[in-house]
């Protein structure tokens, strides 16, 4: 490595206390030619052994000088602004890094068989045909496939079939959504029979656990999970049936959403309804906050701040905006441990003991050189100190007029 670098670096001359000076810089040569550096001893060995060969030395100014030039030629079309962009291996050949060489997210080889993730998305493409989007190869440690939206329905609003989770070492994680109650975790279990890790030898991880389970998540959906080590134990007529039968049921639940409308985004048809409902939050969360906390808020934060508006048809926050549109705040709402208020601030505004009244914890994060958020999580309304919340508002309402004029 260091010797086909541009420059080293030699700290030294030793160890510990007997180190930490310069001793040389420069190329390989300079270095390897001074006496006092141990690198440069080892170095010189290096280079006499070769191969010698000449390279161009990379010039950082013309380099900068080339990138403007390709950015702002008018005639550059996409396929030669493609060839300057450097792609990920998923990014050039996702398919092919899924399923053949690659690694799992602490770095080790895979063990589970690329072949099973290529069975699986073929069979769902066969069964979905032209309904579902091309397969999303273009993450990482994620296979993802949706259906296409149909008339009347937005994209976004379209929840997603199948995430493959290709990140583990041993085992490739299927999540696969349906309408609630079509899918049942024990005879769907009993139908595929799957041994348990234990059970496997060739597979050097452990557990008794069942390798299939069904849970509830929003907006009346299951999924579930399957646990697949290669494709032998899934290339069945059980495992086929059970496809066919969750990709039948998604594509008729996605259909089911363009003939309600608008109620497939209810936070944009009533938006407040849908916030105070909690319904984003997943099922089975023991909810520390009530739909009368939010209102109470709210209607603290209409009285601090009159001409604010307060937007509720967001999925997952409620936002509030001064008369040109500009956030002062947003209140979020989708999680069951507590609501959680972000205030865009001017830094240095405020101390941590001048909102220590701001429900049970706040925090601050500085996104910007001038500007800070504030942070804090609320479960009761009454614990939020109003004067203090009064002073914040103000204070964000002046900073973002502020930074708007500027």
Known sequence: VMKTADWVIDIGPDAGNE?????VEGTPEIVSACKASHTGRLLGKVLAAGPHLEREVFDPKQAAEDEIEVASSPLLDA??????????PWQRDGRKWHTGARTSRDHK???????????????IEKIGGDRLQPTDWNDRARVEI????????AQSAVPWFLHALTGGEWILNLLIRTPANKIKQGPLQQALGLHTLNDRDDIHRYGD????????IQNGLDQTGVMVFD?????TPAFKKFLKTAVDAYLAHVASLAEKGKSAEPWKEDGKAWHLSQKIMKPGKRKKWTAMDLTLLVGQIQKILPKAKILWDRKVFVEIVN???ERICKIITHQANAMRIDVHLQRGAFTDDQVRGLGYEQEFQRPGTNSAELTFFVRDAKSVDRNQLKQV??????????ALQA
């Open 109 to 123: 080889e895979i063990r589970w068989e690329g072949e099973a993730l290529a069975f699986i998305v073929d069979q």
């Open 393 to 402: 508002l103000t204070a964000a309402h002046e900073h973002v007029a502020a």
């Open 19 to 23: 180190g930490g000076q310069v001793v």
């Open 323 to 325: 008369d040109a549109g």
């Open 146 to 153: 949706v259906a296409k939206a149909p008339k009347g329905l």
């Open 231 to 235: 494709k032998k134990e899934i290339n």
């Open 79 to 88: 396929a030669e602004a493609e060839q300057h962009a450097v792609k990920m």
């Open 209 to 216: 656990e069942q390798r299939v389970r069904v849970r509830r």
